[in-house]
């Protein structure tokens, strides 16, 4: 089973921080995941929320597999 792991504020909405997960793509996992808690949901589909997958940032979709790391980390700032 893949990993999904929360950070911040997103962690805080979801009330978990890391769970494992049988979703295949990244989409299936946000639609799973937004189904389980639309106040997660929301906060996943907010501007400037990134994914990481096997810790390297990627945008758009991607395959998951049983090795996989999912990182949803919310809107970083600095200077």
Do not use: C, H, K, Y
Not at 55 to 62: E, S, T, Y
């Amino acid at each position: 089973m893949a990993r999904v792991l929360l950070f911040g504020p997103l962690r805080d909405v979801a009330g978990w921080r890391e769970r494992e997960t049988t979703a295949e793509t990244i989409s299936a996992l946000r639609t799973l995941l937004s189904r389980e808690d639309a106040a997660l949901g929301a906060a996943l589909s907010a501007p400037g929320v990134q994914v990481a997958l096997n810790q390297a940032l990627v945008r758009g979709d991607a395959a998951l597999d049983a090795r996989s790391e999912v990182a949803f980390l919310p809107p970083m700032s600095g200077g």
